[in-house]
T-cell receptor, first 114, second 116 residues
Framework: DAKTTQPPSMDCAEGRAANLPCNHS???????VYWYRQIHSQGPQYIIH?????ETNEMASLIITEDRKSSTLILPHATLRDTAVYYC???????????????WGLGTSLAVNP | NAGVTQTPKFQVLKTGQSMTLQCAQD?????MSWYRQDPGMGLRLIHY???????DQGEVPNGYNVSRSTTEDFPLRLLSAAPSQTSVYFC???????????????FGEGSWLTVV
């Protein structure tokens, strides 16, 4: 699976949009971009995933560039409870046998400030 | 809606002791795995299983054993605990073949293990 690059930390004011970038320049055509977050002392939690098109769900939006070499996770109205480490990973979605190759990295530590 | 359940949440062991971390999922997932997470490092895969009776090693398998006698359970055994195994352990599960466009990985809440 392709490796991803994320900034180690970011700050965001409560109520503002948080835009978390991720670079995945070696992504393959059949690899999806997944985002997870880990709130302190809890297990990672799935947020959203996408292949080519932008995606939105009740938690966040995912913007993927046309060349698929980077993406941005958007939390539209960040709250204090969004303070967490956010992981961007790329993987072949349909085959969990590839999970063993996942590189989780250290993610981005997002601090939402009051 | 239980999802992935791990026990115990906290455990202190003496060097050389053995113990088992339990993991159970109620989503009928074929794929289960164990990770450890250490300060300054990402999640590292210890062992994984693609179905009952099938297990394989991940990135850091030494000192750990697993078995998969049922679809639901995937225990992790520490054979002779060492201080280097002090860590947070996460169990995870997913469908093996994609459900639609993707198969989400679900994680347990973690087990904090200290070896003294």
């Amino acid at each position: 699976d392709a490796k991803t690059t994320q900034p180690p930390s970011m700050d965001c004011a409560e109520g503002r949009a948080a835009n978390l970038p991720c670079n995945h320049s070696t992504i393959s055509g059949n690899e999806y971009v997944y985002w997870y977050r880990q709130i302190h002392s809890q297990g990672p939690q799935y947020i959203i995933h996408g292949l080519k098109n932008n995606e939105t769900n009740e938690m966040a939006s995912l913007i993927i560039t046309e060349d698929r070499k980077s993406s941005t996770l958007i939390l539209p109205h960040a709250t204090l409870r969004d303070t967490a480490v956010y992981y961007c990973i790329v993987r072949v979605a349909s085959d969990a046998g590839n999970n063993r190759k996942l590189i989780w990295g250290l993610g981005t530590s997002l601090a939402v400030n009051p | 809606n239980a999802g992935v359940t791990q026990t115990p949440k906290f455990q202190v062991l003496k060097t050389g002791q053995s113990m088992t971390l339990q993991c159970a999922q109620d989503m009928n997932h074929e794929y289960m795995s164990w990770y450890r997470q250490d300060p300054g490092m990402g999640l590292r895969l210890i062992h994984y299983s693609v179905g009952a009776g099938i297990t394989d090693q991940g990135e850091v398998p030494n000192g750990y054993n697993v078995s998969r006698s049922t679809t639901e359970d995937f225990p992790l055994r520490l054979l002779s605990a060492a201080p280097s195994q002090t860590s947070v352990y996460f169990c995870a599960s997913s469908y093996f073949r994609g459900a639609g466009a993707g198969n989400t990985i679900y994680f347990g809440e973690g087990s904090w293990l200290t070896v003294v």
